[in-house]
């Protein structure tokens, strides 16, 4: 059985709600051009930072091989970085674009994040990176230099208690709606 976090998250375009109509203007623009810059999603925990990547990189129709997820708290040696993102963006795509999805960017240490920049550096023509972090803060300026932010906030009360309900109704549960927007 799958957690709801992932059998509900999000993975098209008009499944995802956004925090206003400029960023989906800018995701329709990237979907179209088939392409995206390097990218920093901030914000708070648990508003929708991975899922957006997730959900961009779905859209994009990439390989399977042509992405890497690596969640950043798990792995932020700098060995790590050298070998297992070098090895990925140094071997030529099987599409036209690679992806490196750094999830939660901002627990590399600041080595790390320098020997991260040389890489998006070394490897810009084949590779984008997407990095997400709650503290923008904490990562190097030479990285934000490197991406384009997006910051994502927490969603409207209303929008949450429908994508819940919603969920409710397709997995039969019943439920109170007063107790729901509680």
């Known amino acids: 059985m799958d957690l709801w ?89 099987f599409g036209h674009l690679k992806i490196v999805l750094l999830d939660e960017a901002d627990y590399l240490s600041p080595t790390s994040q320098a020997v991260l920049r040389g890489v998006i550096e070394q490897f810009h023509e084949t590779t984008r990176f997407i990095l997400t972090g709650n503290y923008p803060h904490k990562i190097i300026p030479a990285l934000h230099s490197r991406c384009h932010s997006v910051h994502i906030d927490k969603l409207d009360m209303t929008e949450y208690t429908a994508r819940a309900a919603t969920i409710l109704v397709e997995e039969n549960i019943e439920f109170e709606i007063d107790v729901l927007d509680t």
């Open 5 to 93: 976090t992932e059998v509900y998250r999000p993975k098209t375009l008009s499944d995802y709600v956004f925090q206003n109509s400029a960023q989906q203007t800018q995701f329709e623009h990237y979907i179209k051009e088939g392409r995206i810059p390097n990218l920093l999603f901030t914000g708070p925990a648990g508003t929708g930072k991975t899922t957006a990547a997730k959900m961009l990189i779905n859209e994009l129709k990439l390989h399977p091989y042509d992405v890497l997820e690596i969640n950043a708290s798990n792995e932020a040696k700098v060995d790590f970085m050298r070998d297992k993102i070098v090895t990925f963006a140094s071997t030529r795509p």
